[in-house]
């Protein structure tokens, strides 16, 4: 059984519906972690009105190369100035000088700007798992240690054990991400110290899956669940058509609900937070 865990949200700055959320799941429900990112259009929101008013909430970088302004002027990433990446154009971008020279500044430029802000962070991870391509993991993991950022987050969940309590929901997309990431993990320095849940379900996490986990998972003493949860309503049709098209199915998906409702189940009473 799981003794501890990190329930994490993701995307803090993306939108006002993401940040009111984590505020609500950090001040009135389990939520314990938060992800923020440094370029997007609701971080000064977050750094403002959000995280001040959740003093427990642990906050960490959420390394954005895939959409909103580039912090590195010129970068060789950006298209006038906009990442507008993907996972995959990133995995199978050629590798120069030059890229690795612009990942590392930008990458840098949005640690420097969340601890220009105050914050404290608390570990990194990275906004549609860009983190574990293994030539960003190693800059990710240096810069971790430049900066004393003590957790960076793994994908290192157990395939047949995860599937055993999540393969009955998950989808096919789902599936291919898991093995791609484990596969790519392979390939980057890992802790193993703590746990991940859960690809299979990702974006679309479910209680009755994870309770189950939870309680019958025998290789982690303490398991990260990452949720994207979002109070829908929020966010106005103008800041919607600044966004690509697959950033807004996503913040209008009813799963953005389900997450946020999830950080209140109280079942999470039977798990200590871990301070990481």
Do not use: W
């Not at 020279?101 to 962070?121: C, P, S, Y």
């Amino acid at each position: 059984m799981v003794k501890k865990i990190i329930l994490n949200a993701d995307d803090l700055g993306f939108s006002k519906g993401v940040n009111e959320a984590i505020l609500k799941a950090n001040t009135e429900g389990y939520l314990s972690h938060a992800s923020l990112m440094a370029n997007t259009a609701y971080f000064d929101h977050a750094i403002s009105e959000i995280i001040p008013n959740c003093p427990q909430l642990k906050v960490g970088v959420h390394v954005n190369l895939t959409c909103a302004a580039a912090l590195l002027s010129g970068n060789i990433l950006s298209i006038n100035g906009e990442l507008k990446n993907t996972f995959v154009t990133l995995l199978f971008r050629r590798k120069t000088k030059k890229v690795l020279e612009d990942l590392e500044k930008e990458i840098e430029l949005q640690i420097l700007k969340i601890k220009k802000a105050g914050v404290n962070i608390s570990h990194i991870d990275g906004h549609e798992h860009v983190h574990i391509i293994p030539s960003i993991n190693k800059i990710v993991r240096k810069l971790a240690k430049k900066y004393n950022i003590q957790r960076v987050r793994e994908i290192n969940e157990n395939i047949f054990e995860s599937y055993q309590f999540n393969g009955r929901t998950a989808s096919f997309a789902n599936v291919i991400k898991l093995f791609l990431l484990k596969f790519l993990s392979l390939f980057n320095e890992n802790s193993g110290e703590v746990g991940f849940y859960s690809m299979l379900n990702t974006c679309e996490i479910n209680g009755k899956n994870l309770f189950s986990f939870l309680q019958n998972n025998k290789t982690y003493e303490t398991v990260e669940v990452m949720v994207h949860p979002s109070i829908l309503g929020l966010d106005s049709a103008e800041y919607f058509k600044s966004l690509d098209e697959r950033f807004v199915k996503f913040l209008k998906d009813d799963h953005r609900k389900s997450e946020y409702d999830l950080c209140f189940d109280e079942r999470f009473e039977h798990f200590a937070n871990r301070d990481v």
